[in-house]
DNA sequence: ATTATATACCTAACAATATTATGTATTATT
DNA sequence: AATAATACATAATATTGTTAGGTATATAAT
């Protein structure tokens, strides 16, 4: 992701990007995290296909290939497994980031 | 901090945290995370002392120690450079968990 | 008195995660 | 014909944090 901010979310928000659209492949997942950040961010695919195979590897994904166009697209969508999973990741990050924001916005610790 | 989530933010937590304070000591800064998000992050020692040798190395902060109680403090400030990146650092922060939020909370996509 | 906890600093070896730099291949656009 | 977009991928390196340990003083508990 850009700005080497927030490293350690990519897994949650992959996770995240499954559970709402159900079925995606990698090149989409890159464009619609730039598309829901207005550009802001940006997921790396020397970053994305390493984190995608280790969660088929984890037993949270599992992969279909198709030929789109002439292209091999390679879908991924969650497990069982993988769905019980995003939810703990989800709560846990959830819970990061408020704390970050209590961090950030002194205005929030007085409120 | 706990649980493997948003690495690359004690830089800028520590910024944030000289920047309302004024002036810390490593220790004093594990407890404020600690306290600031009841219990829920925690930094390492192991993670904040060479971050904040870096940023001294970097020129953004400055050191003094003093002994109280017998026990040595090595108090932190914000220098010059220090308190303009802390600014910089901070919008970058505050913009990723804007973008995250965004991925993570579907309904303020539609808000 | 002794043990444990809290305060306060620190480093070394290792692991996890992402970046930079490439590479391959097809299709669409200029 | 050249460039950009689509679509996958890896290797070398850098960054960042974890695990595990170390030193030392002060205070509270047994």
């Known amino acids: 992701m850009d700005n080497r901010i927030l490293k350690g979310s ?3 928000i992959i996770l995240k990007l499954l559970e ?3 079925r995606m492949y990698g090149y989409e997942m890159t464009k619609a995290v730039k598309e829901l950040s207005n550009e802001k ?3 790396t695919e020397a970053a994305l296909y390493p984190a995608l ?3 088929v590897e984890d037993g ?3 992969t279909s290939s198709e030929i789109v166009d002439g292209r091999i697209r390679k879908y991924y969508s969650l497990t069982k497994e993988g769905k019980k999973e995003t939810q703990t990741k989800i709560e846990a990050l959830k819970s990061a980031l408020e704390s970050i924001q209590i961090i950030l916005n002194p205005d929030l610790r007085n409120g």
Chains 1, 2 share one sequence.
């Open 10 to 12: 990519l897994t949650t």
């Open 20 to 22: 709402d659209n159900h």
């Open 41 to 43: 961010m940006t997921i």
């Open 53 to 55: 195979h280790k969660l």
């Open 60 to 62: 949270l994904l599992t």
